[in-house]
């Protein structure tokens, strides 16, 4: 779950606009795939779609075949049984034995320091040969940089030909999906589907420190700081020292983060930093140099000074910013609904008895609101190389998660999870857990936590449904029995504070406010991007640390424009103008 793309997402009105007119102009919108042959890719569109199934018969390859990739370890998906790996574990066997499709690894690193991406550029960079397959979560530069380097093929005629009805409808569901990597009006790679909502955040608050200090959940900005006060110098952790802090957070990468946010502040002033709004007059515009801008980046510092906020915000990312609160030195999070699942486990680690929940996000003095989201459920890439020997074997290897894992039949193998004594075990009265503390017989060869076999997958967690999830989930916190398979498996094996921050999530979605540049980098944020980012995250976090006056925003505002700004601004509007 590890991720700054991590998803996002139901379609706002302003969305569908989007969509369906980049439909048009990518060719159509039939099962979320336009046919594809740009000028400039010679025989490549050809090979796609004259690939065939080249033996595949019966769901399977009557010779097994091999696909090459390469891998980043996150934490999350890097928990295996005794004597397994990423390169040989029950998933990759099931597939081969299912497909005939054997997965093979060229690289593996464990991805901390963004040691994947620095690993993906350095191949790039170097004109290294990619391998037949390329999974990529992560920021828009990398992704361009793929695309860029010509090693990989258009994906609209294998989606057409070789995409289950499961995944088409997913990709239908938003066909704005597509735009971040079309070039020429080709689709040159897989959109991983995500849950709707699922990178929507909530206010996160430490229960049983709300209880001590004597206050009901914040509301407001002014409430928040009435909290935040309260768990700084009320000792709310009754240890009888002043070590604690209000608001965990970790800006090092940014102000609009998918974990340990602070986009909320600048949403109650009416912008949101780091992504490109749609103001008054119908155009698009950078929300860290909105005006609006200044004004919560005044009430930033101003809970800095009081303490409110970790003297190392900047120097900590999202991961590290989340630290705070699972140590217990933090009593407010903001973050997605599933955070009880990671990192919050570490809380009850370290801090037996602490609780925690879910609240909506809390608006301005002046009845504003706004939190980061909204976004097409897509959560990452598949790149195809154009040299791959069967590139449909990618399609046949996704369509089997959605198939068999994404939304099983009761009577299905995959009815429980994905494999006993890995992501779940059966209890005597045949109910399900994950619970490996409570139950550490029934997960042999695992230690701490249940291994997670979905989650070593090409597509990072197998195959999502976008509406699934929220929909399950709205159900359950209403009290309602779980039926299906699926909402089987959430009840019994997502914790009730999950559950309860999706319906948190749901009935707060208009506060969402979604990024309406949704292009490929423009000519001038290819040269000029890492300057400008520099120049607004640095003043920023000056300001917030007194370091520079809050009236040097003004100066940073005008050397934006000068430095490249000003014509981004152009650009990204003239694509908007097309695209909507």
């Not at 916190?477 to 039926?483: I, Q, T, V, Y």
């Amino acid at each position: 779950m590890k991720k700054k793309w991590l998803s996002t997402l139901l379609v706002l009105t302003c969305a569908a606009s989007i969509a369906a007119c980049s439909s048009n102009e990518n060719g159509g919108s039939n099962g979320g795939a336009a046919t594809n042959k740009p000028d400039n890719t010679g025989g490549e569109a050809t090979k796609a779609a004259d690939a065939g199934d080249n033996g595949f018969v019966n769901g399977k390859y009557s010779t097994p075949i091999t696909l090459t990739t390469v891998w980043g370890l996150n934490e999350n998906g890097a928990i295996f049984k005794e004597g397994e790996t990423i390169e040989n574990n029950i998933l990759t066997q099931t597939i081969e034995e299912r497909l005939g499709i054997e997965i093979k690894y060229n690289w593996v690193v464990t991805n901390t320091n963004d040691a994947y991406k620095t690993k993906l550029r350095l191949m790039l960079s170097s004109g290294e040969k990619m391998p037949d397959v390329v999974a990529y979560r992560g920021d828009l530069e990398t992704v361009n940089m793929l695309i860029d380097s010509g090693q990989f093929m258009p994906v609209g005629d294998l989606v057409d030909q070789y995409a289950n009805e499961t995944y088409k409808t997913g990709l239908e569901l938003d066909p704005a999906i597509w735009l971040p990597i079309t070039r020429d009006g080709s689709k040159m790679a897989l959109p991983i589907l995500d849950y709707a909502y699922n990178g929507d955040h909530v206010m996160w608050v430490r229960q049983d420190w709300l209880e001590n200090v004597g206050l009901q959940a914040p509301t407001t900005i002014a409430e928040l700081e009435t909290v935040m006060d309260a768990f700084v110098n009320g000792d709310p952790d009754k240890d009888g020292q002043k070590n604690t802090i209000g608001l965990a957070t970790g800006f090092k990468n940014g102000f609009n983060n998918w974990m340990t946010d602070i986009g909320f502040v600048f949403g109650a002033f009416g912008t949101m930093p780091g992504q490109w709004n749609l103001n008054a007059e119908g155009k698009l515009e950078h929300g860290s140099v909105n005006p609006a801008a200044k004004a919560a980046l005044a009430k930033l510092k101003e809970w800095m000074d009081k303490g409110y906020i970790s003297q190392d915000a900047a120097l900590y990312d999202e991961t590290a910013g989340s630290e705070l609160f699972t140590k217990g030195e933090a009593g407010i999070m903001f973050g997605p609904n599933w955070l009880p699942a990671w990192p919050f486990p570490d809380l009850k680690t370290n801090v037996p008895g602490a609780t925690f929940k879910a609240y909506p996000v809390p608006g301005g003095n002046d009845g504003k609101i706004g939190s980061a989201g909204g976004n097409p459920p897509s959560n990452g890439y598949l790149f195809i190389n154009k040299d791959a020997k069967h590139p449909e074997a990618v399609l046949h290897y996704y369509n089997w998660f959605f198939e068999n894992t994404a939304n099983p039949q009761p009577d299905s193998e995959f009815a429980n999870g994905f494999k006993e004594g890995y992501d779940y075990a059966l209890l005597p009265d045949g109910t399900l857990t994950a619970d490996i503390a409570k139950y550490p017989e029934l997960f042999p060869g695992l230690k701490d936590k249940a291994a997670p076999p979905l989650f070593y997958a090409l597509t990072y967690e197998g195959a999502r449904i976008p509406s699934l999830y929220a929909d399950t989930h709205v159900k359950l916190a209403s009290g309602a029995a779980a039926e299906t398979p699926y909402e089987k498996q959430e009840f019994n094996t997502r914790t009730k504070e999950n559950t309860d921050a999706m319906k948190v999530v749901v009935d707060q979605k208009d506060i969402r406010m979604k990024n309406y540049y949704m292009g490929p980098l423009t000519e001038t944020m290819q040269s000029k991007n890492e300057l400008l980012n520099k120049l607004l995250n640095e003043t920023f976090s000056k300001i917030i640390y007194g370091q520079q006056p809050l009236d040097s925003f003004d100066t940073m505002v005008e050397n934006w424009h000068k430095s490249g700004g000003e014509q981004i601004t152009k650009e990204v509007n003239e694509w908007y103008d097309k695209a909507k």
